[in-house]
């Protein structure tokens, strides 16, 4: 048995977590902040069988937008003076980690 962790936008995860209850995986839905941008997403984790791990990740790719963000940035013209301008980001789809699960009780 694996345990997928899977971080999307918070802009897909409605129809991430659709399309895979809708498969009858079982999908529990963390509120997280990524350390970067300081915003808001969406952490999945979901149980699921070792031959099931291709299929969940491709639903989530499936739903999982690529979008680029502006941040602002800082640069110092060497005289004690610093301005601030936006730099691109590239966002998503998704970022995911699949683990090894040594037991699995359900009481
Ligand atoms: P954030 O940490 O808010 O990162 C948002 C995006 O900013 C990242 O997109 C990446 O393009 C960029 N970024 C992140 N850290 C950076 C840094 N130190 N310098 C320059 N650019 C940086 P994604 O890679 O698609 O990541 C989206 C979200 O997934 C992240 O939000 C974070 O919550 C999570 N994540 C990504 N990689 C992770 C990892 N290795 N471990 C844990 N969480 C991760």
């Known amino acids: 048995m694996k345990l997928i962790f ?3 936008s918070n802009d ?5 977590s ?3 209850t809708k498969n009858r995986f079982s999908v529990t839905r963390l509120a997280t902040t990524g350390g970067f ?3 808001g997403n969406t952490t999945f ?4 069988d070792d031959d099931k791990v291709d299929e ?5 790719g499936k739903h999982s937008k690529k979008r680029t963000q502006m941040v602002p940035s800082s640069a110092s013209y060497g ?3 610093y301005t601030s301008f936006p730099v691109e ?8 980690f699949v683990t090894n699960i040594e037991r699995f009780e359900k009481l």
Do not use: R, Y
Not at 56 to 60: A, G
Not at 89 to 96: K, P
């Open 37 to 39: 941008l300081m915003a």
């Open 45 to 48: 984790l979901i149980g699921t």
């Open 56 to 60: 969940v990740i491709s639903i989530i």
């Open 18 to 20: 659709k399309e895979l």
């Open 79 to 81: 005289v004690g003076m």
């Open 89 to 96: 980001v590239q966002v998503g789809g998704a970022t995911i």
């Open 12 to 16: 897909d995860s409605s129809k991430v």
């Open 6 to 8: 899977a971080i999307v």
